[in-house]
């Protein structure tokens, strides 16, 4: 069975700061790995997709196979960072296209 | 803009009761989804559905029911609330792999 996990439920870190969310997953096929944020009081929206290599508000993440990691990476956070940020990997096989499995959720705070 | 709309933000129920929770999008999307989501526990899935009338159980589908008669429409059914399911409702729909989520409904059984 596929499974994701985020290592830290929190996160603090100063503005300017480097930030790195981690994320593991276990999955037997070819994994489709995302990240989702959830800003306060906002409903929950795709950040960026590991197979488009964008990167979106100035996070990144590579996808490790051999270490079966995904973790989300900015250089310098800003305040406006601070949010809850899940992992997600879509199992792509036989009827269940495009079902995703979250993470945990780490909730990143991002101090002045 | 992708729309998903929830019924209610707000939910109070008594324990036994029924409840529904409706989901409608705007998208002529074939993916919908329902998930609870939890402090510590992430989202996890209930029930989705690929395709009108048809729905496959997720990771915790026990106490749910799930129904699907038009394409825009997919409702969440609490036959029997019980206190265990007081949580965050996320209601989702997907042409592929992105999933849009609506605002949510926070649901308090008492």
Redesign the interface.
């Known amino acids: 069975a596929q499974r994701v996990t985020?290592p830290e439920?929190l996160l603090s870190v100063f503005k300017g700061a480097p930030v790195e969310l981690k994320c593991n997953y276990s999955y037997s096929g070819s994994p489709?790995l995302?990240w989702y944020v959830q800003y306060s009081r906002q409903?929950?929206?795709?950040l960026l997709?590991h197979i488009s290599r964008e990167s979106i508000k100035g996070f990144t993440a590579d996808l490790n196979k051999g270490e079966t990691s995904f973790h989300l990476k900015k250089p310098f956070a800003q305040e406006e960072d601070s949010a809850m940020y899940?992992c997600a990997l879509?199992d792509?096989e036989g009827?269940?296209?495009?079902?995703?499995?979250?993470?945990?959720?780490t909730i990143l705070t991002v101090h002045p | 803009d992708v729309k998903v709309t929830q019924s209610s933000r707000y939910l109070v129920k008594r324990t036994g009761e029924k409840v529904f929770l409706e989901c409608v999008q705007d998208m002529d999307h074939e993916n919908m989804f329902w998930y609870r989501q939890d402090p510590g526990l992430g989202l996890r899935l209930i029930y989705f559905s690929y395709d009108v009338k048809m729905k496959e159980k997720g990771d915790i589908p026990e106490g749910y029911s799930v129904s699907r008669e038009k394409k825009e429409r997919f409702s969440l059914i609490l036959e029997s609330a019980s206190t265990n399911q007081t949580s965050m409702y996320l209601c989702a729909s997907s042409p592929y792999y992105e999933q849009y989520f609506g605002p949510g409904t926070r649901l308090t059984v008492t």
């Open positions: 985020q439920k489709e995302f409903r929950l929206q795709l997709r899940y879509s792509s009827t269940s296209y495009g079902k995703l499995t979250f993470g945990q959720g």
